[in-house]
């Protein structure tokens, strides 16, 4: 079905309400990829391109609530809305729409929108709601969509029992496509409701000869031909009524009635023996069919017609039998979906992805249930309450992950308060021994000395040690009473004295710069650790301050939650079972009409039997 | 018994069934004004839906508190497992995607393998549409520290494609977003795989 793409399609163009021309252009290829300034808008986009609206749903939520989305706030809000719609949270859709529609959006984006809302609403029964939404629709939608608005409109119109609006909508119809067809079809049904079958049967005529492209078109076919001839049996036109029935494909899903109605046709102009052609046929189809059913009847009562008595009476005993059994079957079936046991295997059998809104049920489940069921299963209140029970049992199984996961959560919290109780004492401690105050006037002391070098340029004071002892050894000779003495030898050490000494300070003079700007980077490296250590004694005391806080505010958290999960868990078993109450109510009342159609079958035939009885009783009386 | 009688519950019995069949898309009509049951059905019909509807408004609700509650809880269990002050996420994001088709990805942060994430076909669709994923979250101290990110899949000519891209990043106070970025290089029509800081 294109509305999930059409939907999509149309989220695509609100995404892009926002955004530059290219972000149009690339909402309108809708593959193309969305600038994304802020990744937790990208993880959001992440889930809700592969359709896993809830995840998606709640990454926005938590988002938003983190302020993160500040550069997609709007798209952002419109993607929600999106969301909730393909989720199924229609009402909360609607409001986002409604808040969001009212003003600076493009009319036909805005009308688009309102039809689909209308669409969502009329399936999930809110008609007053959907009628409303079609009303806020201001311009003409694209082709495709304006013919499904009309259908919509006519079917609320039918809804509400205003028949005459309806045929005056759909008579307006001037399309020659599905959508046509469909409305003629639903034209034409209007009309036999209103008792207007000459009118009725043109259009049904028309429907049930035109020439079928697709398999859609060739069971609207066979079905406006079998409305059409069962409504002109019901007029009492029983010649005009063949001609449209015979035209139902034999092997089709609408056959059994057809022939079925061909029968009673012939059996109306009193052709018993023609009558038993279609009937007979019917003998070998299924039995759960109500046509066969039917049938079953139909058969002995031609014969008796006819004065085959005892064949007549075989079959009404071959009737009642098949009956019983069938309702034999279908008290086991009604057991069985009372139990509740089909709609939990059912979703037991079921993935339960987030595909909310645009999950369908592909295959029926196993089991008689679902051929007794079929019609049922195809009709949209029966699919809407499915989804509520499968979103239901999702949200069921969501809790419960939740409620193991916090209670996790609750022992983990416990866990880090007493490593943090134990660690506590060791980290004050060790923080207590730590003078941080006194290293740092240590320092100061030393850019204060080293000042003082640097003024005094006291090159000796940046002596490494060895030079130092070096130099306190030369200046200790220098003052040995020996080099006064008045000899050729102490001059000539007192000249090695003083080189080696001019040669050191020589050195330490050179060296006195390089030396001073090592130790301040040194120091300053020093200063810089020591700045770092200070703002982490800070942070320190500020998570000694914080932590315990913390702890309180996440344990407070913790705590509410799971109440909170208990408490909403225990609304959805509610909800779930009141759900699932409510489709066994449809399916059971389903299976007791089928039943009590067998019933009634069964009296009729039991009847029928005992007046041929009769009937051979007093010929056999009179023979005597 | 008599022709009219087995007629007319055919007829009842064929309307509607008509009606519940031909719903496809927009429903089509359900039952016969003709027949003397079709107002009862209606009214029955009438009434399952106020009940349906009854049901959905609950349905609603509990749908509406649930999201909120996730929405709390997934908010909870960030802060209790990835503290602000700590948490650094890592995520990935392609920008077209002409000439490299994502198969996994491995992420070793200061040389220990911390993910390995093996993409589904229904992923990589949605990285490539704009999608971000969020594939590991992590705890660091503050400090450097070196990402490696190997990525793995079919490059151009659809032949098995390996390529490493490395990080040094600084970790500070405050949460970090790290993005593993996977771009087309039109010009050598290879795909270009960047690690970057997310401004």
């Given at each position: 079905m294109p509305s999930g793409r059409l939907l999509l399609r149309c989220l695509y163009l609100l995404l892009a309400l926002q955004a530059a021309t290219q972000a149009v252009q690339a909402a309108a290829d809708g593959r193309d990829p969305i600038v994304v300034k802020d990744p937790h808008y990208g993880e959001v986009l992440f889930y809700f391109y592969q359709e896993d609206y809830f995840p998606a749903i709640v990454r926005l939520l938590a988002a938003r609530e983190n302020q993160q989305l500040d550069d997609h706030a709007n798209e952002a809000e419109l993607l929600l809305g999106g969301m909730y719609l393909s989720y199924g949270h229609h009402l909360e859709a609607a409001d986002i729409f409604e808040r969001l529609l009212?003003?600076?959006?493009?009319p036909e984006i805005r009308d688009r929108t309102w039809f689909f809302l209308a669409k969502i609403w009329y399936q999930r029964g809110y008609i007053d709601k959907s009628r409303e939404a079609l009303s806020y629709i201001e311009r003409e939608l694209p082709e495709n969509l304006q013919r499904e608005a009309l259908m919509l409109e006519a079917q609320i119109l039918i809804a509400a029992g205003d028949y005459d609006a309806a045929i005056a909508r759909l008579q307006n119809w001037k399309g020659r496509t599905e959508w046509a067809s469909y409305a003629k079809f639903n034209l034409g049904v209007a009309l036999v409701r209103q008792g207007r079958v000459d009118e009725a049967a043109r259009l049904l005529d028309d429907l049930g000869n035109l020439d079928p492209y697709n398999d859609e078109l060739t069971s609207l076919r066979d079905k406006a031909n079998l409305a059409l001839g069962y409504a002109l049996l019901q007029d009492g036109q029983a010649r005009a009524a063949k001609a449209p029935l015979q035209?139902?494909?034999?092997?089709?899903?609408f056959s059994n009635k057809a022939l079925l109605g061909v029968g009673w046709a012939d059996a109306e102009m009193d052709d018993y023996q023609r009558a038993l052609v279609p009937w007979m046929e019917l003998?070998?189809?299924?039995?759960?069919d109500s046509a066969v059913q039917e049938s079953m009847l139909a058969i002995p009562y031609a014969m008796a017609k006819l004065e085959s008595i005892s064949q007549a009476a075989d079959h009404y005993l071959n009737a009642i039998e098949a009956f019983y059994e069938e309702m034999n079957r279908l008290d086991r079936t009604i057991q069985h979906i009372e139990s509740g046991l089909f709609f939990d295997n059912f979703v037991n059998d079921?993935?339960?992805?987030?595909?909310?809104?645009?999950?369908?049920?592909?295959e029926l489940p196993e089991g008689l249930e679902a051929r007794y069921l079929f019609h049922l299963l195809a009709t949209h209140e029966f699919q809407e309450g499915l989804k509520n029970y499968r979103d239901l049992s999702y949200l069921h199984r969501n809790l419960d992950e939740w409620q193991m996961n916090v209670a996790v959560y609750g022992n983990m919290l416990e866990t880090r308060k007493e490593a943090y109780a134990i660690r506590l004492p060791r980290v004050q401690d060790a923080l207590a021994r730590a003078d941080l105050d006194d290293m740092v006037s240590r320092k100061l002391e030393f850019d204060s000395t080293l000042n003082n070098i640097e003024e005094s340029r006291d090159w000796l004071a940046l002596a490494s040690r060895s030079e130092f002892d070096m130099w306190g050894e030369i200046t200790s000779l220098e003052r040995?009473?020996?080099?006064?003495?008045?000899i050729p030898e102490a001059d000539e050490v007192g000249d090695k004295i003083s080189l080696l000494k001019g040669v050191l300070q020589w050195n330490l003079e050179r060296d006195f710069g390089d030396r001073l700007w090592r130790i301040r980077r040194n120091v300053h490296q020093t200063g810089e650790a020591l700045v770092a250590t200070q703002r982490s004694r800070r942070q320190i005391d500020q998570t000694m301050r914080l932590e315990p806080l913390r702890f309180d505010e996440l344990s407070n958290r913790v705590y509410s939650l799971a109440p909170r999960i208990e408490g909403t868990k225990m609304r959805v078993e509610d909800a779930l079972s009141k759900q699932r109450a409510f489709l066994q109510s449809i399916a059971v009342g389903e299976l007791q009409a089928q039943k009590q159609r067998l019933d009634i079958y069964t009296v009729q035939a039991r009847f029928a039997l005992a007046a041929i009885y009769d009937i051979a009783a007093t010929v056999g009386d009179a023979s005597q | 018994m008599t022709k009219t009688l087995i007629s007319l519950a055919a007829i009842a019995m064929l309307l509607f069934s008509i009606s519940v069949v031909a719903q496809e898309d927009i429903a089509p009509l359900n039952a016969d004004?003709?027949?003397?049951d079709a107002m009862s059905v209606q009214a029955a019909k009438s009434e399952s839906r106020e009940r349906f509807r009854s049901l959905d408004q609950d349905v609603q609700t509990l749908k509406k508190e649930v999201l909120d509650l996730n929405r709390d809880l997934f908010l909870l269990e960030e802060e209790l497992l990835f503290p602000a002050n700590s948490q650094v996420a890592f995520f990935v994001s392609m920008d077209v995607g002409e000439y490299f088709e994502l198969d996994s990805i491995n992420i070793k942060i200061d040389g220990k393998e911390v993910a390995n994430y093996l993409y589904t076909a229904r992923e990589t669709d949605a990285l490539i549409r704009g999608g971000v994923h969020r594939v590991h979250m992590a705890n660091l101290k503050t400090g450097d520290h070196e990402l490696i990110a190997v990525f793995t899949g079919k490059g151009p000519h659809v032949r098995d494609y390996r390529r490493g891209a490395t990080l040094n990043f600084e970790k500070g106070i405050g949460a970090k977003y790290l993005e593993l970025e996977i771009t087309d290089r039109v010009k050598k029509q290879q795909p270009e795989f960047v690690i970057k800081e997310w401004e």
């Open positions: 009212a003003d600076n959006v493009a035209r139902v494909r034999l092997e089709g899903p003998r070998s189809r299924n039995l759960l079921d993935p339960l992805d987030s595909a909310g809104w645009y999950w369908h049920l592909e040995t009473p020996v080099l006064t003495a008045d | 004004t003709a027949m003397a």
